[in-house]
């Protein structure tokens, strides 16, 4: 792949705070990568304009988008002094890989700015007012939380609803945050070809002793929903190989699946995504995950195994998104 180009337009030097008194134990950074989103990124800048704590810095980095998404960035950066943007070059075309790259080249900018809470936004979603006040609350009350965020709702006709994959124990991509430690224990956010860096980033967490957890009381509205970039078989089909790279062991994938055959497309999605896990399989395609990341990876499916079968007292007796 060629070396993203980089160029940076920013209303202030990075390291700068913000106007205002802000308490470091509560102070959290942000950044956002956008590819042709001039349709929905205002609604998510709004979204922050709105909060009841604004960020230290707000990284917006437009990742080779030939739309309007730059002008729209560049003309609020240079009206908030929190909002930078940055501007990478690549290829083009949606790509899972140059979204956390153009993420690791935004985060890279906020090295010297002071903060306790790092999180993702995406660039096709809102939230409401006091969404990043609530969660740092559930990180101070809870010491062991690396990892939190919203449920997922999905527009549809002009109303939201949550998303049926969504689980208290997978934390969207979408908007969360992570504590500084634990962003740092876990090296960020992993460069993966097939996605579900939020996957691995919640996985590497918990097995350094942190928890994750999502929180359905803070709905995340998403106004492009999964999928609708690419043909849907194929995106689900790209879901079966990104489970098989990070390790999901086959029964679990197999029951998975068979547990979401009324999920669009019907029947055919399943279908797609246990197809796509099962080529991975077959033709051996390397993992770029440790054999010790996919031991703990297969022991906590065996527990949502066993626990759908019965043969525990484990309460959650879904298959969720991992």
């Known amino acids: 792949m060629p070396p993203l180009g980089i ?8 390291g700068e705070p ?18 042709n989103e001039e349709a929905n990124i205002e609604k998510t800048i709004q979204s922050m304009l709105a909060q009841n704590e604004l960020p230290q810095s707000w990284v917006i980095v437009s990742d080779g988008s030939a739309d309007k998404t730059d002008e729209i960035v560049q003309r609020y950066a240079a009206q908030h002094e929190f909002i930078h943007f940055l501007r990478v070059t690549r290829p083009p075309g949606r790509s899972f890989r140059t979204k956390i790259m153009a993420l690791q080249a935004g985060i890279e900018l906020l090295s010297d700015v002071t903060f306790q809470y790092i999180g993702n936004l995406d660039a096709d979603i809102s939230i409401g007012p006091s969404y990043f006040a609530d969660l740092i609350d559930k ?41 500084r430690e634990c962003y740092e224990a876990i090296k960020g956010y992993a460069v993966l070809e097939y996605g579900g860096e939020d996957w691995h980033a919640q996985t ?69 995504r246990l197809t796509g896990f099962f080529w991975s399989l077959m033709i051996r395609e390397p993992r770029p995950v440790s054999d010790e990341f996919i031991a703990f990876l297969r022991a906590e499916q065996k527990q949502k195994t066993m626990s759908l079968l019965h043969l525990n007292r484990r309460p959650d007796r879904s298959f969720g998104t991992r």
């Open 7 to 14: 160029g940076f337009q920013g209303s202030q030097r990075f």
């Open 18 to 35: 913000v106007s205002g008194p802000v308490k470091y134990g509560r102070a959290y950074v942000l950044a956002t990568a956008a590819y």
């Open 139 to 179: 990180f101070e009350r809870n010491p062991t939380l690396g990892i939190a965020g919203g449920f997922v709702h999905e527009g549809k006709d002009g109303k939201f609803r949550t998303r049926s994959s969504n689980r208290v124990y997978s934390v969207a991509h979408a908007a969360q945050l992570v504590r």
């Open 204 to 272: 590497s967490a918990r097995m350094m002793g942190w928890s994750a957890e999502a929180f359905p009381e803070l709905p995340i509205s998403h106004h492009r929903p999964t999928g609708t970039g690419d043909i849907l078989v194929r995106h689900k089909f790209r879901q079966g190989r990104m489970d098989y790279s990070l390790g999901s062991e086959p029964i679990f994938e197999t029951f998975k699946c068979l547990q979401r055959l009324g999920e669009k497309p019907l029947i055919l999605g399943s279908f797609a």
